[in-house]
Structures are given as C-alpha cells and as structure tokens.
C-alpha cells in the first residue's frame, strides 16, 4: 500500500488515522494540538512535525480540518502540502468546504503534479469510529481507483459523484436533506406531544411508515455540532448557482432554536 499523511485528528480525522494504522497502512499524521497527535502515536501513527514533514513522505494525504480558509492555509500556504509533496501525490480534501476552494488547490497544485480529490465524509462520528464512512467524491475517476485501497479501512462506501468540486456538492445535498428532516421532525414531534401522543410511540409507529429515515431513528444520538456552517455552505453555494432556498432559510433559523437537550427532553415520557 502507499503511505498515507493524514492533516487533522478530530472527530473524524483521528478514527480515519487509526483505522489505517490498524490495517498495516503506514500513516503519518499532523495536528497543530500535539496532544492529539500524542494519542494517535500511540495507536500506531506516525507524528509528523510539520505539514510538510508529513507531505514530503506521503502518496496520500488526507485533508480533515474545519474550514475553507484551514484547507487554504495547509495546502497552499507557506510550508503548506504543496510546498512538499512529490509529483504523482494525491490530495483528497475531506474537509466541508465549497468547490471553489477544491477547485483552487487544484490549480496550485496542477503545476506540481500533485492530483486533487474532494472527497467528502458523511455519516457522522459515530461511522468514523465504525470505520463506514460514507465517501462522496469528485474529480478524476483515475485517480480514485488508485487511491481506493487506503480508502477501504475507514469507509464503507465511496461513491464518484463526477468532476471536482462534486463530492462537495453530494455533501451538501446531503446536509440539506438532513438539516430539513430534523427541523421538520423535531417540530413535528413537538406537536404530536403538545396533543398528548408519547413522542416515543409516536417515532415507533412513523418509523414503520413512509417518513421513515435514520436522521429520525438515531436523533438522540446526533451532536447537532455543525448545522451552522453546513446551512451557510448551501447557501453561499446556492447564490453562485442563482438558485433559492427557502426550506433551507427555514431549517436554518429553526436550527437555531433545537438543541441536543431539547431532542432528549422529547423522549423523557418512558
């Protein structure tokens, strides 16, 4: 197998890193909190002290940090993957970011010979640490089929979406779908409540039905941590492509009123 580097060991990173380490997969990896980077070399990665340390002696690296402007900053930036990486590397940005920032590593890293992937993570943490990710993908359909085999020990599915910038695009499909349902269900749920239905009961029996989903299966498991900036990335999408959002607008603001609490406070009848 290649060498993989892996750039940020959060919630998702870190399961990613350990999981190719367990399956013989030499993996490097960089965090700017050393502590984490500690706790995954005893795990079996490998620390790298700088992102190009790690870049200069990888065919992989594997982008997981929190914003566009972090995947900038470690691609592109001084010091950055780009700075390091050998011809023939492959940069997946795993990171939720928008197409545009995959499409401008790319450009900085064409001249390089450095291929880029945008290869976005669904499925949540609890996935991460199951080893089934679900993996959407863009760009060159060639170069995911070489980099599937250190894909295999952290995902259950990879799905090639079509050009870069198209796994990015799957992401957020699939955040707007999810913010939706959980807005409309909590809301839902709140009203079967208020007319004196056990919300309990009430997910058992919609769960048989036609509106069941996972999203409300697992609801009281979810960390609701990112809605904000999943919501802001559809939107800010959404407005390049002139396109309107009003269900979005209002999972939005109704996002803003639900929280973890409020979703186990649902569920306290029983």
Excluded: F
Aim: aromatic content about 2%; proline content about 4%; overall charge negative.
């Amino acid at each position: 197998m290649k060498t993989v580097g892996l750039i940020g060991l959060g919630a998702m990173g870190r399961p990613a890193a350990e999981l190719l380490a367990a399956a013989g997969v030499r993996t490097h990896c960089y965090d700017a909190d050393r502590a984490a980077v500690e706790r995954a070399a005893e795990r079996g990665v490998r620390p790298a002290a700088s992102v190009a340390e790690l870049a200069a002696v990888s065919d992989v690296v594997l982008v997981m940090v929190p914003t566009d402007e972090d995947v900038l900053d470690v691609c592109t930036g001084g010091g950055g993957v780009l700075s390091a990486a050998r011809a023939g590397t492959v940069v997946l940005v795993c990171s939720s970011v928008t197409p545009a920032t995959c499409r401008e590593v790319a450009r900085a890293a064409s001249p390089r010979g450095v291929d880029v992937l945008d290869a976005a993570l669904t499925g949540g943490v609890r996935a991460a640490e199951a080893g089934a990710i679900n993996l959407l993908v863009g760009g060159d359909e060639h170069v995911l089929d070489a980099v599937r085999p250190e894909l295999a020990p952290w995902t259950g599915t990879v799905h090639h979406l079509g050009p870069l910038g198209s796994g990015q695009v799957g992401k957020t499909v699939n955040n707007l779908c999810h913010w939706g349902q959980l807005a409309a269900i909590v809301e839902a749920l709140r009203l079967g409540d208020a007319l004196g239905v056990a919300p309990e009961k009430l997910r058992a029996a919609v769960l048989d039905g036609p509106a069941a989903s996972r999203t409300l299966a697992e609801m009281e498991l979810m960390r609701l941590t990112w809605h904000r900036k999943d919501l802001a990335n559809a939107a800010r999408m959404a407005a390049e492509a002139n396109q309107a959002l009003p269900v979005a607008a209002t999972a939005r603001e109704a996002m803003e009123h639900i929280t973890v609490e409020d979703i186990a406070t649902l569920y306290r009848h029983e």
